[in-house]
């Protein structure tokens, strides 16, 4: 199921990306689908620029939904512990001290 939700995932970013490329800029020399003889006569004016609007916005939204469940479904797929827990035991055991050491007395002052 993962797997499924990430290439969806995936080909949702690259219909965006497609999608944002071929929208008007506003200096009008950026875009693919502005200019003289780019897109022909298929497209022109407010139709085009509602209908690449439009769709960006479903992609978008679209993206985000499949962004926050594979989240969702990254997060459950682990367990609750956290990484340090997780984490797998040192191999080496930490040297044994001989003799815990004992506290010292105070020194006496010095004698001027």
């Known amino acids: ?3 499924v939700l ?3 995932h995936l080909l949702l970013a690259i219909g965006m990306i497609a999608t944002v490329l071929l929208q008007r800029s506003e200096g009008g020399a950026l875009g693919m689908g502005g200019g003289g003889g780019g897109m022909g006569g298929f497209m022109t004016g407010r139709s085009a620029s509602n209908l690449l609007t439009r769709t960006t916005a479903i992609l978008a939204g679209a993206f985000m939904i499949t ?3 594979l989240s969702i ?4 797929s ?3 512990g956290n990484l340090l827990d997780q984490s797998a035991p040192a191999t080496e055991a930490p040297a044994a001290t001989a003799e815990p050491a004992k506290p010292q007395a105070p020194a006496a002052p010095l004698a001027k």
């Open 6 to 8: 990430l290439v969806i």
């Open 73 to 76: 479904m990254a997060s459950n």
């Open 78 to 80: 682990r367990s609750t």
């Open 67 to 69: 962004s926050l469940t």
């Open 1 to 3: 199921m993962t797997t």
